[in-house]
């Protein structure tokens, strides 16, 4: 049965253990992995990779989509053969490492990395593992869950590993469209102009020549994590649709909206299950992720077509979907992680892009990487593909956390991910503070308005009053008092 | 003469005055100018504006394309009559208001006001003064020397001024190619696949019932100031073309190299001088601003095209381009800036993107806006347009300063325009540090090696390892330290 999804019969004899194909992968090698947001990643290759015992030293760079599952990244940290990884992890073992320095880490846009790759600004890819549903019979892969950068890799890698994975069905053919930009500097455009066009094939290019092993698994991705809406989450959440309301409303936007897009969570998964019970209709999605809220909608009729990188969900979702891929396949569609996420069709088609801050400051700049400036969290991610280039860039999240004692509104953000020229919106439970047209100490005063905790209200307003008096200037700052929210915490638990 | 510049026979009429125009802009109004780099600007209405005695309260909102000429924002500012400004400006005069706190400023990417009208997430133009050099049978315009927002206020702004500049020669038709994007929700790709591709209209659609008064002027653009290279920007010059040079032997880029863009400034002309002398030929810029050194460039055959949004040179290359059009025309073109500097189109190009920053740190984050994080110098303009979305994102300035009292290499920058996400190569009198493919912890060690002054190579490396020693974590910090040498810089005049 499973031999049938090797369509290319000249590959039948590829076919070996995880350990036979892992064994492929050398000392210093850089290998490229399918995977994005915990889909369609090597479930049998990388893991038995993990466990191998090769002589010292052994270490490789290892570049993904995105975030693999079942903590693969914990495994290959654990086994220390990490030398870097990029463009973006979410394993609490992984951060560990790379946060004590004995893995590099590379936070990359999540649609660089191909260009990166393309462009010959990173060392080449010396084998790739892609996750497959099967292989055409001319050699080319359809993929499973996720695109990310299995294309690119593919393309470049001398050699290449195929996990064939069996849970995932092959009607899944067709979910998919593949398409590549030109190398420089002959590139074309990339002619989408609405999240529901296709422009490419439905299977990754591959040349059969390249395949050194191929595996087969019947592991399913890992699930979501799905936390349900709880009081923050629905109060931010209700806060984004009411500011949806009113722009309707004014007449800027329509009950359509536009394209939306929203990193994956908790709160952008209150925020989509919010439209459930709106006025809004006939939505769309251009994001890199679906998740268990978009299958929602896409059920209810509100949302009419997702367009992304990755089907990310529940046990219970999933079996919704590939048990019903045929209701699905017109409505969804699954692009490369360079196009789902490239800076000029975000702004070509106006997306509304939500995503989630670690903290922000009082006059708007995003930090969504790093504890206390030094400690990276999961990294950037798509959110600044999608913040600098969207029709409107919001950012949210809870306005203090662990009892209180941390203020998630800063005088200074302690990293910059997204700067005050890219953020148009911030929400917290406290409430909306819409920065547009304002100048930094507008932004301030609304943002100490609407969104900090009450607990901290008074200290942000009397650091932005005593920045004003005593220095002046175009967005006021004490620096030598700027950090002292953070380095308080660290010196005695809280902000306060 | 002059007359014969309004070919729209229908608004011979409309001819007035600078002071009789200038009454038509009224307290409370949105009024958008042409002028983008000091070219194209309102010589005479603002002026006029600026002079004119008003009964109190009298202010406005001044937006434009870029920086003006003729000290006319410190004019304005000094008349105390704007609110608010955006999206760039250059004037010591306008600076001081901003900074402290008498005039808001919205520093806006360049490539984003017009969006922002357009959407009506900025309040509307009431008015509009436009620079242009004859208006056509049909009430459109032809500009000057820049095009800027100016396609964007001939379309929304209620009513219009036009300023004819009859310094301008009426064969500069021809020179602008005029395109917009669509709104939203059917907005079309933008056409361009190459620096020299035209689009669009050779003049700016004008409903000539908007038009309130037609003004003639013969006031030159504000000459550039071009200071010649020194040793520091060619040191910086060199570094990088030897860098280029190096790519090309890699065989990652040809003789060709990628699109040019280049900021304004001294070092921006330095380098494109450098390639004066160089092996690359055939080359081609897509840039916001055409300077002197571009003209020296198309003369000599290196440079093939050359794309922008308007002409900044000095009087003598003023004379050289404007008493020889014919010789240029089709060599340059000039855009609006939302398409000169649209995200899209910088990565479909692969444009190689070369700016100025005031300061960066030892990861790689650029301030290329604020002094000591607070005051304001000039504005982010088109450096995070192109920055974000190039081939090679390039950032140069001075490893130190006032008698090397200033490092311009720092533990952390006070303000960040340019995150380490978006920064590829960082370049100082001292060296070059290529950041491609490097983790935050070897991205400093590499800064440190290449780009530091040496009075503070010590200082910077002692505080990276302290960071690395007692904080540890993917971007090892010391938050109580990070801005000590800006601290010591306010109270003893030295960073050292």
């Excluded at 990310?148 to 069905?169: C, R």
């Excluded at 299958?295 to 089907?311: C, E, P, V, Y």
């Excluded at 079996?319 to 409505?331: A, E, S, T």
């Amino acid at each position: 049965m499973q031999y049938e999804r090797i369509k290319a019969t000249q590959l039948l004899d590829k076919v070996t253990t995880a350990e036979e194909a892992a064994s492929f992968i050398k000392h210093g090698m850089v290998v490229g992995s399918s995977g994005f947001t915990k889909a369609g990643d090597s479930k049998l290759v990388l893991d038995a990779l993990a466990k191998q015992v090769r002589p010292d030293p052994f270490k490789i760079t290892l570049v993904t989509g995105a975030s693999l599952g079942h903590g693969m990244d914990g495994k290959l940290a654990n086994a220390g053969i990490l030398a870097k990884r990029m463009p973006f992890q979410v394993d609490p073992i992984l951060r560990k490492a790379i946060n004590n320095g004995s893995v590099l880490f590379i936070d990359q846009h999540l649609s660089e990395s191909a260009e990166l790759l393309h462009n010959r600004n990173l060392p080449p890819v010396d084998i790739a593992i892609i996750e497959a549903a099967f292989i055409e019979r001319d050699g080319s892969l359809v993929p499973t869950t996720s695109v990310g950068n299995s294309v690119t890799f593919a393309a470049l890698a001398k050699q290449v590993i195929i996990e064939i994975n069996t849970k995932v069905p092959e009607e899944i053919y067709g979910l998919h469209d593949i398409f590549q930009p030109e190398d420089y500097p002959h590139r074309n455009v990339i002619p989408i102009v609405a999240p529901e066009n296709r422009i490419g094939r439905r299977s990754i290019r591959l040349d059969p020549q390249k395949v050194v092993a191929i595996v087969f698994s019947d592991v399913q991705d890992s699930p979501a994590d799905i936390a349900p809406p709880d009081l923050k989450t629905t109060a931010i959440a209700q806060h984004l649709l009411h500011f949806f309301e009113q722009e309707v409303k004014k007449g800027v936007l329509t009950d359509r909206l536009l394209p939306l897009q929203a990193g994956i969570g908790k709160v952008a998964n209150a925020v989509l299950s919010g439209f459930q019970n709106s006025n809004f209709y006939d939505l769309r999605m251009f994001s890199e992720v679906l998740q268990d809220s978009t299958f929602d909608l896409l059920d209810s009729g509100k949302l009419t077509f997702a367009s992304a990188s990755s089907i990310t969900v529940s046990s219970a979702c999933y079996d919704r979907v590939f048990g019903n891929l045929q209701k699905y396949k017109d409505r969804i569609v699954l692009r490369p992680q360079n196009i789902s996420n490239t800076p000029g069709l975000i702004r070509r088609l106006g997306v509304i892009a939500i995503n989630t801050a670690i903290e922000f400051d009082i006059y708007g700049n995003v930090n969504s990487t790093h504890i206390s400036g030094t400690n990276i969290m999961n990294g950037i991610g798509g959110s600044g593909d999608f913040a600098r280039n969207a029709y409107l860039s919001i950012f949210v999240t809870q306005a203090a956390s662990k009892e209180n004692q941390i203020s998630h509104v800063l005088p200074m953000v302690s990293h910059v991910d997204h700067t005050e020229h890219d953020v148009d919106i911030l929400v917290t439970d406290v409430g909306l503070a819409d920065l547009r047209g304002l100048a930094p100490r507008e932004r301030a005063q609304v943002i100490i308005d609407h969104c900090v905790h009450p607990d901290y209200r008074e200290a942000l307003q009397s650091y932005f009053e005593r920045a004003k008096q005593e220095r002046g200037g175009h967005t006021p700052h004490l620096l030598e008092e700027a950090f002292s929210w953070h380095t308080r915490f660290r010196e005695t638990g809280s902000m306060k």
